[in-house]
């Protein structure tokens, strides 16, 4: 390939690459991270950081069928501030495709995520985030094959931070598809699903991942975590209070039977029925270390069945929304 420098080599004999998408490297740019391309194993400089990637950089590359170029793990938070930064031009841009902006809004809220979960308190991840929520709500509204394409690019390996995303991309959707269409609304609600378990930095990994049963000081722990996360939130003062709601209150449920205060029906916010059901259906459908995935159709038929447990309209309508070929306004 011509326009690489096969020259200067890298193994990076402690580092690792990460795969960036070509869509999400904006024409003319400036960019602040080198970019590698790679053979077999090997990582091979493409370009050095501060220079710009250009038109014909991208057509030469196609050229090659190469659709992802690589940096180096070091250079992660440089490319993500870089994809923040171009992240609503990119949703607007009509020459890119919508699995290409899927990917790059979901690897970029799945970084995201794992630098709030490693600090949740600090003011600055929380402003990222609800510019994550804002750029992902934006792309959720240009329609119907926008949430598909989310859903094909999602991962269903349970980590805390793709959980994160998945609830938060799953509420979206069954939000706007039960008709709330405001945006400043879609994006408190989104607020509150992507930093719904904020809380859960705060329980020991082992108890998280514990295959055997919990004791009753495990599950006090367990069910503590609502309510640190709205602790911690709190902390920064960054948030509104409705996305407080989905916090608090995704693990509450309909007959009183949830936690941490075993609200009823009516007691309990819209937002946080919504993120209720899209973060049991997730978590049911995610490979988990003490369990294999469901499949989603077995997933929906296990929460419907539980009966009286998640608000039935709301239900009703994430069925219609997942089901195939289903998606459209409400009537
Ligand atoms: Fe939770
Ligand atoms: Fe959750």
Redesign the pocket.
């Known amino acids: 390939m011509a326009d690489v420098h096969n020259i200067t080599k890298t193994e990076m004999k402690k580092g690792y690459f990460i795969p960036v998408h070509l869509d999400s490297l904006r024409i003319d740019s400036i960019l602040y991270f080198d970019l590698y391309t790679r053979k077999g194993i090997e990582y091979i400089l493409y370009r050095a950081s501060n220079l710009p990637f250009t038109e014909a950089n991208r057509t030469s590359l196609l050229q090659y069928n190469v659709k992802e170029l690589y940096i180096s793990g070091e250079n992660r938070h440089r490319y993500q501030e870089y994809l923040e930064s171009n992240m609503k031009e990119i949703i607007a841009d009509p020459t890119i495709e919508q699995t290409a902006k899927a990917n790059i809004v979901y690897d970029s809220a799945k970084l995201l995520v794992q630098d709030v979960l490693d600090n949740p308190t600090l003011p600055e991840n929380i402003r990222r985030s609800q510019d994550m929520v804002d750029s992902t709500v934006s792309f959720i509204l240009t329609g119907q094959t926008a949430f598909h394409s989310m859903l094909r690019v999602m991962s269903f390996d349970y980590y805390t931070y793709t959980h994160s995303v998945n609830v938060c991309t799953f509420s979206l959707a069954l939000a706007q598809f039960t008709g709330i269409e405001n945006k400043e609304e879609l994006c408190r609600l989104g607020t509150g699903a992507l930093l719904?378990?904020v809380?859960?930095t705060e329980i020991p990994e082992a108890i998280l991942k514990k295959r055997s049963s919990l004791t009753d000081r495990e599950w006090d722990l367990?069910r503590k975590?609502?309510k640190s996360?709205v602790d911690i939130l709190k902390k920064t003062n960054m948030i509104a209070e409705e996305s407080y709601y989905p916090v608090l209150q995704?693990?509450e449920r309909e007959d009183g039977s949830g936690y941490p205060l075993g609200l009823k029906s009516d007691e309990i916010h819209v937002h946080s029925k919504i993120v209720a059901i899209a973060?049991v259906y997730d978590a049911m459908t995610t490979k988990r270390v003490y369990r294999t995935a469901m499949a989603p159709y077995l997933a929906l038929k296990e929460v419907f069945d539980q009966g009286g447990v998640f608000d039935r309209q709301l239900l009703k309508r994430f069925t219609q929304m997942m089901g195939p070929g289903n998606w459209s306004k409400p009537t």
């Open positions: 719904h378990d809380g859960k367990i975590h609502p996360g995704h693990h973060d």
